[in-house]
């Protein structure tokens, strides 16, 4: 069965065009965020995140993505998996079913979010796409 989201990765990954929107620059808490392209319902977003921050367990509802590790201490907590092997270009698919946190250790995080938004929800930023276990629905963290 053909993925377009898979595809959507590997061929952004492949080419980098840079499309960047208005609405370009999210700041929540201690995370940045600056959507680098915009196409339909593709994005990739570039994350940065300070050191010792913890994402809240959430979910996506309306995004399907793949998280890019780019540099740093970064912890993914996927459904009760543990992914923290931090090489440059591995990745990690979150469903909008799943359940997801991360921490982010002494040097932070940078990571790339390749997304297909889902159900007609035009894409913003991921974070005001989140529902979170406190029941937020904007992105949170808290330090460690």
Not at 12 to 35: C, Q, T
Not at 53 to 60: D, W
Request: proline share 3%; hydrophobic share 40%; charged share 20%.
């Amino acid at each position: 069965m053909f993925d377009s989201l898979a595809f959507f990765k590997e061929w952004w990954l492949a080419n980098r065009i840079m499309n960047v929107p208005e609405d370009a620059i999210h700041f929540y808490d201690k995370v940045s965020g600056l959507v680098l392209y915009r196409h339909e319902e593709f994005q990739v977003e570039l994350f940065i995140t300070q050191p010792m921050t913890k994402g809240l367990s959430h979910i996506h509802p309306n995004v399907d993505s793949f998280e890019v590790h780019l540099s740093g201490d970064i912890s993914f907590d996927c459904q009760g998996e543990i992914f923290n092997k931090n090489k440059l270009g591995d990745s990690l698919r979150i469903r909008p079913y799943c359940w997801h946190g991360g921490d982010f250790n002494e040097r932070g995080g940078a990571f790339l979010s390749i997304q297909k938004w889902l159900n007609g929800v035009k894409p913003t930023s991921i974070v005001t796409d989140w529902l979170d276990i406190e029941k937020n629905t904007i992105g949170t963290v808290a330090s460690q």
